[in-house]
C-alpha cells in the first residue's frame, strides 16, 4: 500500500489537525457553489451588454480554458499533496517562501473581503421584499448563520454547501431548458432567430462582437471573477475523506458542469435578450428584476420570477459567503502552521476547525456592516473590485507553482507515471494559464482610462491590489532573506506544512 496514502488515512482526525471529512458529494458541489455566484446571475448580464453576445462568450470560453488549465494544475499537486495551504504551501516549496506568504495573505484577503461582499449583496436583496429594512441589521444575521456552519465542523460547512449548490444548479438548469425552448419558439412566444446576434444599436455598434477586442478585455475580469471559486477544491482537498479519488473526481466533472453552465445561460441571454436592453446594466443586487435571468424568465411568461430568482439569488450568495468563510481560514490557519502568520490562528478544537482563523476571518467580514453608513453601492462597489483582481493572483501562482513542481517532480528523478493525477498539456498549460492572468491583471480594467472623466476612486480601487501584491512579496523576501527553491530541494513529502 501506498506509504503517503496510509499517512493520510491515519491523520485523518488526529488530535489538533484538520480533520478529513469532506465526501466525494462534498467536493463536487463544494467547486460548484464556490464558483457559481452573483458573477453569473447578474455580471453576465453586464458582459453581454458590453461585447455583445458573441463578444461575452469568447470572453468567457477564453476564461473558461485558462480554469481547464488551472484545475488540472492544481489538481496534479493536490492529489500528490493534498495539504490545507494549496498553492501557498506549493509556492513555499517549489518557488519562494516569499511567494507562498504573498500569495497565501491575498488568498485570504480576497475571500475575506468576498465574504464581506456577499454579506451587502444578501442583505441588498432582501430590500426587495423589504424595501425599508435595516441592511446592517441583516448582514450581521447571514453573517451568523455563516459563521455557525463553519464554526460546527468541516463536515457541516460541507452540507450546508451542498444544499446551496444544488439550489443553484437546480436554478440553473431550469433557466437552460426554458431558453432553449424560447429560443426555438416553443415556450414565450415567437423563436428570436439570430436577430439579436447581427443587431446593430444605430450609433456604429453592431453584434455578434461591439467594441472589439477592448470590449472583451474588459470582459475577461467580469468572466474571471464568475469563475474564480473553482480553486476552491484544491484547499478542500486538505479535509477530503480519500483525496486520491474525490480531487481528480471533482476537477473532471465539475469544470465541464460550469462551463457549461456559464456558456449556456451567456449563450441563452445573448438569443432572447438584445445587446441594446439598457436593462442589462441595471442588473445588481439591489435591482433583482433586471437580472437577465429574472428577465427571461418574466418573458417565458413566469409571473413570480422575480420573487423566485430573488430567493434563489439570496441563497447563492450565502453560498459564496459560507465557501469563502471556509477557505479563508484554511489559509490563515495554513499561514499559522508555517509561521506567516501568529501562530495562535493556528489552533484546531476537537472537531478539527480552525477556530482562532475562522474568528479573524469574520472580525473582516463585519466590514460589511458599516454598508448602510457609508452606502450600499459603493461599499459592495470597493469590495466588489478587490476581491475580482485578487483572485486572479491566486490563478497567476497556481500557474507558476504548476510549472516548477513539474521540474523538480523529474530533475529529482521521479516519475510521472506515479502521480495519481497527470494534467494534460504540460508545460503549455501552466504557461498559458501565466499569459492569460498576466493580461487579465493589468490589461481589464483599461476602461478606466477610456473613461470621459478620469475618476481616482475607480483607478484605486481597481489597480491598487498590484503594488500591494508586489511590496508584499519584496518585503517578505528582504525581512526573511528568502531564495528561490533549487529543483533538488523541493520537497514532495506529504507531511503538512514542513
Known amino acids: 500500500m501506498d506509504t503517503n496514502l496510509e499517512t493520510k488515512q491515519v491523520q485523518t482526525k488526529k488530535e489538533g489537525e484538520l480533520h478529513r471529512s469532506l465526501k466525494a458529494r462534498h467536493m463536487n458541489m463544494i467547486a460548484i457553489g464556490g464558483s457559481i455566484g452573483t458573477g453569473l446571475f447578474f455580471a453576465s448580464g453586464s458582459a453581454v451588454s458590453t461585447a455583445g453576445p458573441g463578444g461575452a462568450a469568447f470572453a468567457y470560453i477564453v476564461m473558461g480554458i485558462l480554469v481547464y488549465f488551472l484545475m488540472t ?157 473553482t480553486e476552491i477544491v484544491g484547499l478542500a482537498a486538505g479535509e477530503s475523506e480519500n483525496p486520491e479519488e474525490n480531487v481528480p473526481k471533482a476537477i473532471k466533472t465539475v469544470f465541464w458542469r460550469i462551463l457549461l453552465f456559464y456558456m449556456g445561460a451567456i449563450i441563452v441571454i445573448g438569443f432572447l435578450i438584445p445587446f441594446t436592453d439598457p436593462n442589462l446594466l441595471k442588473s445588481g443586487a439591489d435591482n433583482i428584476a433586471y437580472s437577465p435571468f429574472t428577465m427571461v424568465f418574466q418573458r417565458s411568461g413566469l409571473a413570480m420570477a422575480a420573487s423566485l430568482m430573488n430567493a434563489v439569488i439570496l441563497t447563492s450568495v450565502l453560498s459564496c459567503g459560507n465557501s469563502g468563510l471556509y477557505v479563508a481560514s484554511r489559509m490563515l490557519y495554513a499561514l499559522a502552521k508555517e509561521g506567516k502568520a501568529p501562530k495562535v490562528l493556528a489552533k484546531v478544537n476537537k472537531r478539527g476547525v480552525p477556530v482562532n482563523a475562522l474568528y479573524a476571518t469574520a472580525i473582516i467580514a463585519c466590514s460589511a456592516f458599516f454598508a448602510s453608513l457609508i452606502g450600499d453601492g459603493k461599499i459592495y462597489y470597493i469590495l466588489y473590485n478587490a476581491s475580482g483582481i485578487t483572485a486572479f493572483f491566486a490563478w497567476l501562482g497556481i500557474g507558476i507553482c504548476h510549472y516548477r513542481f513539474r521540474k523538480a517532480y523529474i530533475a529529482q528523478g521521479r516519475r510521472l507515471e506515479d502521480l495519481k493525477y497527470k494534467a494534460k498539456w504540460y508545460p503549455f498549460g501552466p504557461i498559458m494559464s501565466v499569459i492569460l492572468c498576466t493580461i487579465v491583471i493589468f490589461g481589464s480594467n483599461i476602461w478606466i482610462f477610456q473613461a470621459e472623466t478620469f475618476s481616482w476612486f475607480d483607478f484605486i480601487t481597481n489597480y491598487l491590489c498590484i503594488p500591494v501584491f508586489i511590496c508584499l512579496y519584496f518585503g517578505y523576501k528582504k525581512v526573511k532573506k528568502t531564495k528561490i527553491v533549487p529543483l533538488m530541494e523541493c520537497n514532495f513529502e506529504y507531511n503538512e506544512h514542513k
Open 73 to 229: 494544475s492544481l489538481g496534479e499537486m493536490a492529489t500528490l499533496l493534498p495539504i490545507s495551504g494549496s498553492f501557498e504551501t506549493y509556492a513555499t516549496r517549489f518557488i519562494d517562501p516569499a511567494l507562498g506568504f504573498t500569495l497565501g495573505w491575498n488568498y485570504w484577503f480576497c475571500w475575506a473581503l468576498c465574504v464581506a461582499a456577499e454579506l451587502v449583496a444578501g442583505s441588498l436583496v432582501v430590500k426587495f421584499w423589504f424595501p425599508n429594512t435595516n441592511t446592517t441589521l441583516w448582514s450581521i444575521g447571514f453573517l451568523i448563520i455563516l459563521f455557525s456552519l463553519n464554526f460546527l465542523s468541516a463536515r457541516a460547512y460541507g452540507e450546508g454547501e451542498y444544499w446551496f449548490a444544488s439550489i443553484k444548479v437546480a436554478t440553473i438548469i431550469i433557466f437552460l431548458i426554458v431558453g432553449v425552448l424560447m429560443i426555438f419558439g416553443i415556450l414565450g412566444g415567437k423563436a428570436p432567430g439570430f436577430a439579436n446576434w447581427v443587431l446593430s444599436d444605430g450609433a456604429g455598434k453592431k453584434g455578434p462582437f461591439v467594441g472589439g477586442m477592448i470590449a472583451i478585455v474588459n470582459v475577461f475580469l467580469v468572466a474571471g471573477f464568475s469563475f474564480s471559486g
